[in-house]
């Protein structure tokens, strides 16, 4: 049988986006009955890294919801069935983008719900016809509005209605399935849901992938034709030119590229001249320091990869705001955390600190009396029960993993800190040729699994009627239950795990 650290190390690298689709990250959320309504939950795999608390909708009946009529769907798609919704990273990019993005209009004949939420137009505007609703992907309308993933974007009245019947994908990607970039009906055009004029004259000037590839290519085992990453689109009407979605100062009759670097930077010529347009934002990172501001995401990007929203954070300068993980910075006597509050939305949360002079990091902060761990996408804050100490490792060193104060041991990894009220001291397993594991541990009642690899349920710690019988052999953790296996968490009767791994001796 492989150490647990060497099968550690594989899980994790198979794990990551480069190697195979199974191990890309991706979460899964799903409408269920909660008393007389419906609930949204969130079912965070693979580490993509959302949570957010239960979406609770009461007022919606959950044995009345259908999906809404849609262009886009297939004989796989029916009214009656409601789909999961998901997001999922592009498994074949270098840079991390969205590579699945689905989320279902749904209706219960009188509300209209995107991502778990009740859609809802602004103050002023024409309230959301569930009667007349019609969508074409994440597109969608009304009889007065027009959508675009939740939201309403635009009028649909006089010269922007929208004709459903002759709507048609002419831009990005060639798959209807995303129905996000341009949309072109018998007179107009429209990019994620607003109108952009006249589709006389129009054209498409150039297609161009983040990632370095064609939007179009042959299709493997993690690519296809619905996902070939994020990628700029350039197009022309009869008076205009665009940029993903955006008019340029151009002359679309004498339009030339000179030099395009997707995602940032177009260079090209007209009648005028040389002209440059510089485009795009950082969709990537939570917080962006800019020359003089910094901005956070406020909404994830799609698979389109420059649709995200950002706000900027006032008073603050960007020489000395600190990212400390992915979505927790300091500043200051301030920390800042970026936490999910839906499938795509996320919310800032200001944490602020005794001493303003005191540098964070990631991982375990001692501020005065309190423990401040700093993990990816959260803050854990809690008091020390006397003096903390770090537990000592089986050669002598300080460990990095495990704590004790006058109370609780502390277990640190993964992310996460878990804490257990001891019983008696903590003492390392020995193995067979003396030496001392430091995988291993146990108390005067329980025993402890403190190596790095998740556990499932997230349990470290379980008890065992015999702590005398318990011992270490060949990596394994032997006790009177059984032999435990860290992966699932349980322990096996002997001769199942040696009939499970047949190739141990």
């Keep these: 049988m492989l150490p647990i650290k060497s099968v550690c190390l594989v899980l994790a690298l198979f794990s990551t986006t480069s190697l195979a689709c199974s191990g890309v990250p991706s979460a899964a959320f799903y409408y269920q009955p909660w008393g007389q309504g419906t609930k949204y939950i969130v079912e965070d795999s693979d580490d993509y890294g959302i949570n957010f608390p239960d979406i609770h909708l009461p007022q919606v009946k959950f044995k009345q919801l259908r999906r809404v009529a849609n262009g886009t769907d297939d004989e796989y798609d029916s009214p009656d069935n409601i789909n999961n919704d998901f997001v999922q990273v592009d498994g074949g990019a270098y840079i991390r983008t969205n590579g699945g993005w689905r989320f279902d209009w749904l209706t219960d004949g009188r509300h209209i719900l995107w991502a778990g939420k009740i859609v809802q137009n602004p103050p002023g505007t024409p309230k959301v016809d569930a009667a007349t609703f019609h969508a074409w992907g994440r597109f969608a309308a009304d009889k007065d509005s027009l959508y675009f993933d939740g939201e309403r974007t635009d009028d649909n009245h006089g010269e922007k209605q929208v004709d459903m019947d002759s709507l048609q994908q002419v831009?990005?990607?060639?798959?209807?399935?995303?129905?996000?970039?341009?949309?072109?009906?018998?007179?107009?055009?429209?990019?994620?849901?607003?109108?952009?004029?006249?589709?006389?004259?129009?054209?498409?000037?150039?297609?161009?992938?983040?990632?370095?590839?064609?939007?179009?290519?042959?299709?493997?085992?993690?690519?296809?034709?619905?996902?070939?990453?994020?990628?700029?689109?350039?197009?022309?009407?009869?008076?205009?030119?665009?940029?993903?979605?955006?008019?340029?100062?151009?002359?679309?009759?004498?339009?030339?590229?000179?030099?395009?670097?997707?995602?940032?930077?177009?260079?090209?010529?007209?009648?005028?001249?040389?002209?440059?347009?510089?485009?795009?934002?950082?969709?990537?990172?939570?917080?962006?320091?800019?020359?003089?501001?910094?901005?956070?995401?406020?909404?994830?990007?799609?698979?389109?990869?420059?649709?995200?929203?950002?706000?900027?954070?006032?008073?603050?300068?960007?020489?000395?705001?600190?990212?400390?993980?992915?979505?927790?910075?300091?500043?200051?006597?301030?920390?800042?955390?970026?936490?999910?509050?839906?499938?795509?939305?996320?919310?800032?949360?200001?944490?602020?600190?005794?001493?303003?002079?005191?540098?964070?990091?990631?991982?375990?902060?001692?501020?005065?009396?309190?423990?401040?761990?700093?993990?990816?996408?959260?803050?854990?804050?809690?008091?020390?029960?006397?003096?903390?100490?770090?537990?000592?490792?089986?050669?002598?060193?300080?460990?990095?993993?495990?704590?004790?104060?006058?109370?609780?041991?502390?277990?640190?990894?993964?992310?996460?800190?878990?804490?257990?009220?001891?019983?008696?001291?903590?003492?390392?397993?020995k193995t067979p040729d003396g030496n001392f594991t430091d995988i291993f541990a146990h108390d005067d009642k329980y025993i402890y699994f403190l190596d790095a690899c998740l556990v499932n349920g997230g349990r470290r710690r379980n008890e065992t009627r015999s702590m005398s019988d318990a011992y270490i052999n060949n990596n394994d953790l032997v006790t009177v239950e059984g032999v435990y296996y860290w992966s699932n968490n349980e322990f096996f009767p002997h001769k199942t795990y040696k009939r499970i791994f047949h190739y141990r001796e």
Aim: contains cysteine; charged residues 25%; hydrophobic residues 35%.
């Design 171 to 429: 831009g990005g990607r060639i798959d209807s399935i995303d129905s996000a970039d341009v949309l072109k009906d018998r007179r107009n055009l429209y990019f994620q849901g607003r109108w952009l004029g006249s589709a006389q004259g129009y054209s498409i000037l150039g297609i161009k992938s983040w990632t370095r590839r064609s939007i179009l290519y042959s299709p493997n085992s993690c690519e296809s034709k619905s996902n070939p990453g994020p990628w700029d689109t350039i197009w022309r009407t009869k008076s205009q030119v665009f940029v993903n979605g955006d008019a340029i100062n151009a002359d679309p009759n004498t339009f030339h590229i000179v030099r395009w670097i997707a995602g940032s930077l177009l260079i090209y010529r007209d009648k005028d001249g040389e002209k440059r347009y510089a485009f795009g934002k950082d969709c990537r990172s939570t917080f962006d320091l800019q020359r003089d501001k910094v901005t956070w995401l406020t909404r994830d990007a799609s698979w389109h990869g420059n649709d995200c929203r950002v706000a900027t954070i006032p008073d603050v300068d960007p020489e000395y705001f600190r990212p400390l993980t992915q979505n927790v910075a300091q500043y200051k006597d301030s920390l800042y955390l970026v936490k999910y509050v839906s499938a795509v939305e996320k919310t800032l949360s200001v944490i602020h600190l005794p001493d303003p002079q005191q540098e964070l990091q990631e991982g375990v902060n001692i501020v005065g009396s309190k423990v401040y761990f700093i993990a990816r996408g959260d803050v854990n804050i809690f008091d020390i029960n006397g003096q903390w100490q770090w537990f000592k490792n089986a050669d002598g060193g300080l460990s990095k993993r495990v704590a004790f104060d006058d109370r609780y041991m502390y277990f640190i990894g993964d992310g996460s800190i878990t804490k257990f009220v001891m019983k008696g001291k903590l003492t390392w397993f």
